[in-house]
């Protein structure tokens, strides 16, 4: 039997792990207390002698996981500046990003039966810049409704042209709500995706978000990233 040889290619920093894991948690508070905001009667439907579910307490919890999320999300892309492995945006001025992100849709369109190894999967690059996108907007949306209420504050000063801009208050809630859903079902892809790549190609998706390292079993096409021979 052919033995493997693998080797470990250190990719992501404490930083990036850190704010990773908490952006995770946040996105699943924010979800789950916006559902609730937007119908109460999930609230009221749970057991009413708990009298700390109510819709101001919930309010309260997704403002605060806001804060935290924004926080996480504003020292991440810090981090893409500080720490060379964490860049995780697509390079679409170099002419191989461009080949190496059609090698790997035909293979998730079933077109190959592989395609080649690659520390920061290309395809993946692509839709985390979709996501800042997403997320981007969340937080204009979610401030610029947060800080209605306080219009001549410095909350209100940054972020109050969102409204008018999105044509009013309801067309910024839809904006809000919609996103967030748009979040949720890349998050759901996500996941199926990296635990994918972890346990049918053994490209340590998972176990790379808890220790930084990725194990492989190729020379990736893009190692060249990381002492930057190939930029």
């Given at each position: 039997?052919?033995?493997?040889?693998?080797?470990?290619?250190?990719?992501?920093?404490?930083?990036?792990?850190?704010?990773?894991?908490?952006?995770?948690?946040s996105?699943?508070?924010l979800?789950?207390?916006g559902?609730?905001?937007?119908?109460?009667?999930?609230?009221?439907?749970?057991?009413?002698?708990?009298?700390?579910?109510?819709?101001?307490?919930?309010?309260?919890?997704?403002?605060?996981?806001?804060?935290?999320?924004?926080?996480?999300?504003?020292?991440?892309?810090?981090?893409?500046?500080?720490?060379?492995?964490?860049?995780?945006?697509?390079?679409?001025?170099?002419?191989?990003?461009?080949?190496?992100?059609?090698?790997?849709?035909?293979?998730?369109?079933?077109?190959?039966?592989?395609?080649?190894?690659?520390?920061?999967?290309?395809?993946?690059?692509c839709?985390?810049?979709?996501?800042?996108?997403?997320?981007?907007?969340?937080?204009?949306?979610?401030?610029?409704?947060?800080y209605?209420t306080?219009?001549f504050?410095i909350?209100?000063?940054?972020?109050?042209?969102?409204?008018?801009?999105?044509?009013?208050?309801?067309?910024?809630h839809l904006?809000?709500?919609y996103v967030?859903?748009?979040?949720?079902l890349?998050?759901?892809?996500?996941?199926?995706?990296?635990?994918?790549?972890?346990?049918?190609?053994?490209?340590?998706?998972?176990?790379?978000m808890?220790?930084?390292?990725?194990?492989?079993?190729?020379?990736p096409?893009?190692?060249?990233?990381?002492?930057?021979?190939?930029?």
């Amino acid at each position: 039997m052919k033995q493997v040889v693998r080797r470990e290619y250190y990719l992501f920093s404490p930083w990036l792990r850190i704010f990773h894991w908490i952006m995770v948690v946040s996105i699943c508070v924010l979800f789950a207390t916006g559902l609730m905001i937007t119908s109460p009667w999930i609230i009221y439907s749970a057991e009413p002698t708990f009298s700390g579910m109510t819709v101001d307490n919930i309010r309260n919890i997704h403002f605060l996981a806001a804060y935290l999320f924004s926080a996480a999300f504003i020292l991440k892309i810090y981090g893409f500046i500080i720490n060379p492995g964490d860049r995780l945006f697509p390079h679409v001025w170099k002419g191989y990003f461009y080949s190496n992100t059609v090698d790997v849709a035909l293979h998730y369109m079933f077109l190959r039966s592989e395609h080649a190894s690659y520390l920061r999967n290309p395809l993946a690059r692509c839709s985390y810049a979709f996501l800042y996108v997403l997320v981007f907007i969340e937080i204009l949306t979610g401030f610029g409704i947060y800080y209605m209420t306080d219009p001549f504050g410095i909350g209100g000063t940054l972020f109050g042209w969102v409204i008018p801009l999105l044509g009013g208050e309801m067309m910024a809630h839809l904006v809000h709500h919609y996103v967030a859903w748009a979040i949720i079902l890349f998050a759901i892809g996500h996941l199926y995706m990296v635990i994918r790549a972890e346990f049918m190609e053994g490209e340590s998706e998972v176990s790379s978000m808890f220790s930084g390292s990725k194990i492989l079993a190729h020379e990736p096409r893009d190692a060249g990233h990381l002492d930057g021979t190939l930029k």
